[in-house]
């Protein structure tokens, strides 16, 4: 079956403007994780959503982070004003339920850089 | 807190060598333990987890880990490196409840032919 995929594969964009990274989980999946690959970084976790529980947002680096996931399924990472820090690669991931011992099927990520 | 260190952000081998990369975990309460690999270009694939059953475990493409408790330890194995396995691999700790993978920084395996 069809994995996680992420579009768009890479992204270009000038300091300040806003960007919108979508994820698309495996269906039937409950869980969906963002997580940021920064060069020398690792994996910085950035939000999780559950089903229809509040999102656990504690990894968001700053406020001008949001996430949505709309239908259970499709979601959306939106960085306003975006700024040269913020350039790196954006993980999708997705669980059956997200509990911790689950494998995370991953996408091929997003490569953001912000000019 | 839960946290782990990969040490060695490249490790070089050469082919038909044994593969060691090495992973030391922290964490307050039983772990779930897992290697992933990622290779150019791609997202990350599972080698291999453990969740609390035999402390060795085997994985995909030869790679084997062994949990050792007293060690805090989880490194990853394969006994003979072949070219396909360059890549980048990520040692990973979870528990139960928690909501996110906690991940090591990585290492870059090289196969030298």
């Known amino acids: 079956g069809a994995g996680v995929s992420q579009s768009p594969s890479n992204k270009v964009t000038e300091k300040g403007k806003d960007v919108e990274l979508r994820c698309d989980p495996i269906?039937?999946?409950?869980?969906l994780y963002w997580y940021r690959q920064s060069l020398g970084q690792g994996l910085e976790f950035l939000i999780y959503?559950?089903?229809?529980?509040?999102?656990?947002k504690s990894g968001l680096p700053s406020d001008r982070f949001s996430a949505e996931r709309t239908g259970g399924s499709v979601s959306t990472l939106t960085i306003q004003r975006t700024q040269q820090e913020d350039s790196a690669v954006y993980l999708c991931?997705?669980?059956?339920?997200?509990?911790?011992?689950?494998?995370?099927?991953f996408g091929p990520g997003t490569r953001l850089t912000v000019t | 807190a839960q946290s782990v260190t990969q040490l060695g952000s490249h490790v070089s081998v050469s082919e038909g060598a044994l593969v060691l990369l090495r992973c030391n975990y922290s964490s307050s309460v039983p772990p779930y333990l897992f290697w992933y690999v990622q290779y150019p270009n791609q997202g990350l694939q599972l080698l291999l987890k453990?969740?609390?059953?035999?402390?060795l475990v085997k994985g995909i493409n030869g790679f084997e880990a062994e949990f050792k408790k007293s060690e805090t330890s989880f490194h990853l194995t394969k006994p003979s490196a072949h070219m396909s396995d360059a890549a980048e691999y990520f040692c990973a700790v979870s528990y139960t409840g928690a909501n996110n993978l906690f991940f090591g920084t990585g290492t870059r395996l090289t196969v030298i032919p």
């Open positions: 991931a997705s669980s059956l339920g997200g509990q911790g011992a689950e494998e995370q099927y």
């Open positions: 959503f559950q089903g229809n529980s509040a999102p656990d």
């Open positions: 453990y969740t609390s059953a035999a402390t």
């Open positions: 269906s039937g999946h409950t869980a």
